[in-house]
């Protein structure tokens, strides 16, 4: 089973507007940490924002917030007025205790384009 | 400032011809990693590192190999490229291997075999 799903392939934003990036995962463990990555076209990872399992607040940074659902299982990005640098490919990750390799899961990624 | 340096950042090598991409972080930390990026299959990790001497197998270490004689760097090690080894590779490092720990990554080397 897919232990992160991103189910938006592609997704377009006029600029100044607000997307949401959606991103569910699966784990049976109590503690874990979901991540996004922002990967632009020059291929770097950039780490964006974290949500650790026991945080009761939504995370925040910036212009990035994390919509934190627990019991739905579902960690979406919210980018507040997007900007034409925001064109990139986003990926939602994991890490709980369950992975023994301490590796991260990745989702698909979803390729967000911000237009004029 | 806190970084994972990776070289080089793009190569272009033969079938056969063994090479080695340098990782190295500045932060001390204890876990590094081995992720290789391919269109359709997203990120996979080959091999990791708990501490110094101390690697273990990922999802996909045919092929490669790493040392861990350093805390600060992490080589991966193509003895003999193949074609199919053509991605993109990103080194990866956390304080530890728990789960609430982020993962810093490095600018990612582009790996071309022909």
């Known amino acids: 089973a897919q232990k992160i799903t991103q189910t938006q392939p592609g997704m377009f934003v006029q600029e100044k507007e607000a997307v949401t990036l959606d991103c569910t995962y699966d784990?049976?463990?109590?503690?874990?940490?979901l991540f996004w990555y922002k990967q632009p076209s020059s291929g770097e990872m950039i780490f964006l924002i974290y949500?650790?399992?026991?945080?009761?607040q939504n995370a925040t940074e910036g212009r990035y917030s994390l919509n934190f659902q627990k019991a739905r299982k579902s960690a979406n990005l919210v980018i507040s007025a997007s900007q034409l640098g925001d064109s990139a490919m986003y990926f939602c990750?994991?890490?709980?205790?369950?992975?023994?390799?301490?590796?991260?899961?990745f989702g698909r990624g979803t390729q967000l384009t911000v237009w004029p | 400032e806190a970084q994972v340096t990776q070289n080089p950042r793009y190569l272009i090598t033969v079938t056969g011809k063994k090479l080695t991409v340098t990782c190295s972080q500045n932060?001390?930390?204890?876990?590094m990693s081995w992720y290789r990026q391919d269109p359709g299959l997203g990120l996979r990790q080959i091999y990791y590192?708990?501490?110094?001497?101390?690697?273990d197998k990922g999802d996909v270490p045919e092929g490669y190999k790493v040392s861990r004689k350093e805390k600060r760097n992490f080589p991966l090690i193509l003895e003999s490229p193949s074609p199919n080894q053509t991605s993109l590779y990103f080194c990866?490092?956390?304080?530890?291997?728990?789960?609430?720990?982020?993962?810093?990554f490095g600018p990612g080397t582009r790996l071309t075999v022909t």
């Open positions: 990866a490092s956390s304080l530890s291997e728990g789960p609430l720990d982020e993962q810093y």
């Open positions: 784990t049976s463990d109590q503690s874990y940490g």
């Open positions: 949500q650790g399992s026991y945080d009761e």
């Open positions: 990750a994991m890490r709980d205790r369950g992975s023994t390799l301490g590796r991260l899961y």
């Open positions: 932060m001390n930390h204890e876990y």
């Open positions: 590192s708990m501490n110094v001497e101390v690697t």
